[in-house]
Nanobody, 126 residues
Framework: QVQLVESGGGLVQAGGSLRLSCAASGRTFSSYSMGWFRQGPGKAREFVAAISRSGGNTYYADSVKGRFTISRDNAKNTVYLQMNSLKPEDTALYYC???????????????????WGQGIQVTVSS
């Protein structure tokens, strides 16, 4: 089992940057592939980015490709989401999540992730 805690959210102007961090408990962090999801006001939860166990493979939603970067540091049990060129439509509650498999087929599906953080708010003003 793993517990996840997000940090780094806040209020930023359009065009600005934020870096989210997600710290995981336990000594088996490297056995989980990780993902970031978000849920905007009145919207369904949507996939943002995913990273494999080793960090060698990453995948992004089209809406954030080229602006966001997911990375991980297995020695620090932490996954990151660097968000640049932020837009008002990026405003959402952001969640990190962990799944025990590393296949590419389910990485965009929220139901494939067994463990979730509590979420952290990102607000982008225009």
């Amino acid at each position: 089992q793993v517990q996840l805690v997000e940090s780094g959210g806040g209020l930023v102007q359009a065009g600005g940057s934020l870096r989210l961090s997600c710290a995981a408990s336990g000594r088996t962090f490297s056995s989980y592939s990780m993902g970031w999801f978000r849920q905007g006001p009145g919207k369904a939860r949507e996939f943002v980015a995913a990273i494999s166990r080793s960090g060698g493979n990453t995948y992004y939603a089209d809406s954030v490709k080229g602006r966001f970067t997911i990375s991980r540091d297995n020695a620090k049990n932490t996954v990151y989401l660097q968000m640049n060129s932020l837009k008002p439509e990026d405003t959402a509650l952001y969640y990190c999540a962990a799944r025990g498999v590393d296949d590419p087929y389910s990485r965009t599906n929220y139901w494939a992730y067994a463990y979730w953080g509590q979420g952290i708010q990102v607000t982008v003003s225009s």
